[in-house]
């Protein structure tokens, strides 16, 4: 069992930057790969990005790719994603997941637990 606690979400200007946390603690970090997700009011959970359990792949949507990074911290079980040129349709609750010895998945589906949540607001 995993248990996954997001934080660092606000609001923040277009163009602004954020860094999202998650905090995880239970079984082994090392063995999980993380994702991150989200969903916007009306709209369906999507794909944002992802990292291997073992660290060394990182995978992102394309509408983020070159302005997300994700990053794990395998010492402090903690999974980050820095955000930068943050546009208004990145508006979104954020979620972090985790999938025990994945391969960075895009899919919601290959992901077994999930925080609660952290609402990320970009003003124009």
């Known amino acids: 069992q995993v248990q996954l606690v997001e934080s660092g979400g606000g609001l923040v200007q277009a163009g602004g930057s954020l860094r999202l946390a998650c905090a995880t603690s239970g079984r082994t970090f090392s063995d999980y790969a993380m994702g991150w997700f989200r969903q916007a009011p009306g709209k369906e959970r999507e794909f944002v990005s992802a990292i291997t359990w073992t660290g060394l792949g990182k995978l992102y949507a394309d509408s983020v790719k070159g302005r997300f990074t994700i990053s794990k911290d395998n010492a402090k079980k903690m999974v980050y994603l820095q955000m930068n040129s943050l546009k208004p349709e990145d508006t979104a609750v954020y979620y972090c997941?985790?999938?025990?010895?994945?391969?960075?998945?895009?899919?919601?589906?290959?992901?077994?637990?999930w925080g609660q949540g952290t609402q990320v607001t970009v003003s124009s």
């Open positions: 997941a985790a999938d025990y010895r994945g391969a960075g998945s895009s899919r919601l589906q290959q992901y077994a637990y």
